[in-house]
C-alpha cells in the first residue's frame, strides 16, 4: 500500500556526556555516542530508531553507524514496510558486521509499520507481560563507590544488582564484597565481558564462594569464540552462566545450543537486530535456554525498544535494562517507564514504540 512506503531515512549523531566514564572489562566509555534515525512514510507517517554501538563489544562506533545508514539509503527508499522480514534480511546479507546500525533501521520500521496499523510494538511482539523488573549496573569503580551506589540502588527497590568484573582477582573480589555488604538482601550478578579464561572464572568463583559472596548469574566468563571454556565454566560451577558476547546471531545461539555450552542467552538489540533477536529468543525456548535481555548505553528511545520486545514475547527470566541517568536529557517523550526497578504499565504504551520527539 502506498502510505507504507519509505520516502527517506536520515540518521544524525545523539550524544550525552557520562558524570563518569562507564567502564568494563574490554574498554572504557567516557561518554554516550549513539545515533538518532528517521524514516519517513510517503504517508508522512515516521518511524524512530536508535543505534547504540559500544566499539569493543559490537565494534561500531558513531561515524561507522552513520555512514552505514545513510548508505543504505537508496536501498531502503521505495520499500514496503509491511516487508520488515526481507528487508531485514537484505540489510544483513548488505551489513552484516554493522549490527547496531541494522537494529536502528529495523526499529525505525517497526516503529512506522505498527504505527500504520494503530498498534504498539508490544502488541506485535504478542503482548506477553505488562510489567518486568530490571536490575542495575555496577561498572567497574572503586569499592568504596561500589559499596555506596549498591546501598543507594537497594534503597531505591532494585533486587538485583550487576557488577563488571574481568580486570583482576584482588581488585574485582574487593568491589564484589563491597557491593555484598553495601546491599546485603540484592541478589549479585557478575559480567566479565570476556576478561577471564575458563580456569581463572572457576578460580575467580571459587574464591567468592569463599568470601562468603553468592552469586544469582556469571555473565559471558570467557572470549567470545571460546565456546569449549564456555561450557566448562558451566559444568564446573553452581552458578548459571549467559553467554552475550558469544551470542550476537542466530548460528552463534545455534551452537551454543548444540554443545549445551550456557544456560542462559543474553539477547540485545544491538547485537542481533530486532528480527534475529526474536528468532534467537524462539530457539531458546524451543531449547530450554533461559532468557536474559540486556542493553548496551540506549536512551529512553532504544531501552523502550528492548522492553516492548522482550515484554511482548514474554518469558525473560533476567532483565537488564538499566538506562543511565544521563540519557534522560534526551529530546524524546513517550515510551516506557521506568519506576523504581520495574517497567509498569506497558501496555499503555502508545502505537509503535511510542516515542515522540519533543
Known amino acids: 500500500m502506498e502510505e507504507a512506503i519509505i520516502d527517506t531515512v536520515t540518521a544524525e549523531p545523539l550524544n550525552f556526556d557520562l558524570e563518569e566514564p562507564f567502564e568494563i572489562a574490554s574498554g572504557k566509555k567516557p561518554k554516550i555516542e549513539n545515533v538518532f534515525v528517521k524514516l519517513t512514510l510517503k504517508s508522512g507517517i515516521e518511524g524512530y530508531g536508535e543505534a547504540s554501538p559500544l566499539e569493543p563489544i559490537n565494534g561500531e562506533n558513531q561515524s561507522t553507524v552513520i555512514a552505514a545508514i545513510r548508505s543504505l539509503s537508496d536501498f531502503l527508499k521505495g520499500k514496503d514496510v509491511t516487508d520488515y522480514k526481507e528487508i531485514s534480511e537484505r540489510m544483513k546479507s548488505l551489513l552484516w558486521a554493522q549490527a547496531s546500525a541494522r537494529a536502528a533501521v529495523e526499529m525505525a520500521i517497526l516503529d512506522a509499520l505498527t504505527k500504520t496499523r494503530g498498534e504498539s510494538l508490544w502488541d506485535y511482539y504478542g503482548g506477553a507481560e505488562d510489567t518486568i523488573v ?14 555506596k551506589q549498591a546501598k543507594k540502588l537497594s534503597e531505591k527497590g532494585f533486587e ?8 583482576g582477582d584482588e581488585e574485582d573480589l574487593e568491589r564484589l564484597n563491597a557491593v555484598s555488604e ?12 570476556e576478561g577471564f579464561d575458563a580456569e581463572e572464572a572457576v578460580a575467580f568463583t571459587r574464591k567468592l564462594e569463599d568470601l562468603g559472596v553468592k552469586l544469582n548469574l556469571f555473565e559471558q566468563p570467557v572470549k567470545r569464540y571460546d565456546i569449549e571454556g564456555l561450557k566448562k565454566v558451566k559444568e564446573e560451577i553452581d552458578v548459571a552462566v549467559a ?5 550476537f546471531f542466530l548460528s552463534d545461539v545455534r551452537k551454543i545450543v548444540e554443545m549445551r555450552a550456557a544456560n542462559v542467552v543474553n539477547i540485545k538489540l544491538m547485537k542481533s537486530g530486532l528480527k534475529e533477536g526474536q528468532e534467537i529468543a524462539n ?30 514475547i514474554g518469558g525473560f ?3 537488564d535494562l538499566d538506562p543511565r541517568p544521563e540519557v534522560f536529557t534526551a ?25 515522540e520527539l519533543e
Open 283 to 312: 530457539l531458546c525456548k524451543e531449547n530450554g535456554i533461559d532468557l536474559m535481555v540486556g542493553c548496551m548505553l540506549e536512551s529512553m528511545l532504544g531501552m523502550t525498544a528492548s522492553v516492548l520486545f522482550a515484554s511482548g
Open 243 to 247: 553467554a552475550d558476547e558469544a551470542a
Open 134 to 147: 530490571t536490575d542495575y549496573t555496577i561498572s567497574i569503580v572503586e569499592p568504596d563507590t561500589a559499596r
Open 317 to 319: 527470566k533476567y532483565i
Open 331 to 355: 529530546p524524546f517523550k513517550g515510551g516506557a517507564k521506568l519506576e523504581g526497578n520495574r517497567y509498569k504499565d506497558i501496555n499503555g504504551v502508545r502505537p509503535g514504540h511510542g516515542i
Open 182 to 193: 553495601g546491599a546485603p538482601g540484592c541478589k549479585l550478578n557478575i559480567d566479565a565481558n
Open 160 to 167: 538485583t544488582l550487576k557488577t563488571k568484573v574481568g580486570k
